[in-house]
């Protein structure tokens, strides 16, 4: 069975980036798969520094969010836009997931040869577009595979109804379908 992870880059409560993610799931549910659904709040990390990596070793929080990665087969990622970019929220927790913890990790491992869809929403029109070109590649230069499909969604603040669900019924099918073919690109390259 194919394990999807799906997280916003957000800590806040009531953040569109977690409905956002969330409705993704559904999709991805719908497809087949188990899904995660997981909140970085409830990991939280200090900013990465490789000092104090060496002072105080690998953060319990960051361990675990690193193995959840490295025990699914790809991910749904809501990024709120942040001046332009993915949130920093979001570039620390990757940050932390790239470092290795002995000699006998490959590199890379929660990373390398996964499959991910990205999404976003913010309050301008662009809805968090530009995020998204520069978490693309970042992610692509730790071996991710990409799904050339994206959602950007609009107005956040009156996008979603009071159950988290998208009031135009296009965009919610968008939003489930990103889920939906990741579940199917995961599923084919895991095939012998």
């Known amino acids: ?5 799906a997280f ?3 800590a806040r409560r009531h953040s569109w980036n977690k409905k956002l ?17 997981l909140d970085l709040a409830d ?21 675990r969010f690193k193995q959840l990665l490295a025990e699914h087969d790809g991910f749904l990622i809501a990024s709120p836009e942040h001046n332009s970019a993915y949130s920093s929220l979001l570039k ?16 890379l491992m929660a990373f390398s040869g996964k499959v991910a869809a990205l999404m976003s929403t ?3 029109a662009l809805g968090g577009l530009r995020g998204l070109v520069s978490l693309r590649m970042l992610l692509g230069n730790l071996g991710v595979i990409l799904l050339p499909q994206q959602q ?7 996008a979603f109804d ?8 296009g965009q919610q099918a968008r939003v489930h379908s990103l889920g939906e073919e990741l579940v199917r690109v995961a599923h084919a390259l895991k095939r012998p």
Request: hydrophobic content about 40%; aromatic content about 4%.
């Open 1 to 5: 069975m194919v394990r999807i992870i």
């Open 8 to 10: 916003a880059g957000s």
């Open 21 to 37: 993610a969330a409705i993704a799931a559904e999709g991805a549910r719908g497809a087949g798969a188990e899904v995660t659904l």
């Open 43 to 63: 990991y939280p990390m200090q900013i990465y520094c490789e000092d104090l990596e060496a002072e105080q070793g690998f953060p319990d929080s960051a361990r």
């Open 92 to 107: 620390n927790a990757i940050d932390w997931a790239t470092r290795r913890e002995g000699e006998d990790e490959p590199p």
């Open 122 to 124: 913010s309050p301008g």
């Open 152 to 158: 950007a969604i609009g107005l956040a603040a009156t």
């Open 162 to 169: 009071d159950d988290g669900q998208l009031l135009d019924s």
